[in-house]
Nanobody, 124 residues
């Protein structure tokens, strides 16, 4: 069982930056691939970024590539999402997720545990 708690969301102007954190409970955090997804009002949940259990492999949605960076610190049981050059279309609730697969995946079906989400709002 893994419990995930996101933090770091907030209101930022377009062009600004935010860093999201996702703290995980459980001693097996380092064995999970981790992902970030987001859901805007009236839209389906979409993939943002993912990272392998070791941190050696990452995967990004085209919409955030070059602007967002996912990383993890297994000693702190935490995964991060650094978001730069934010756009109003990045506004959404951001969720982190943990999956037992070895490699980062863009499919929500690959993830077994989900956090409650943190709101990110980007003003124009």
């Amino acid at each position: 069982q893994v419990q995930l708690v996101e933090s770091g969301g907030g209101l930022v102007q377009a062009g600004g930056s935010l860093r999201l954190s996702c703290a995980a409970s459980g001693r097996t955090f380092s064995s999970y691939a981790m992902g970030w997804f987001r859901q805007a009002p009236g839209k389906e949940r979409e993939f943002v970024a993912a990272i392998s259990w070791s941190g050696g492999s990452t995967y990004y949605a085209d919409s955030v590539k070059g602007r967002f960076t996912i990383s993890r610190d297994n000693a702190k049981n935490t995964v991060y999402l650094q978001m730069n050059s934010l756009k109003p279309e990045d506004t959404a609730v951001y969720y982190c997720a943990a999956g037992q697969g070895a490699y980062p995946s863009g499919s929500p079906l690959a993830y077994d545990y989900w956090g409650q989400g943190t709101q990110v709002t980007v003003s124009s």
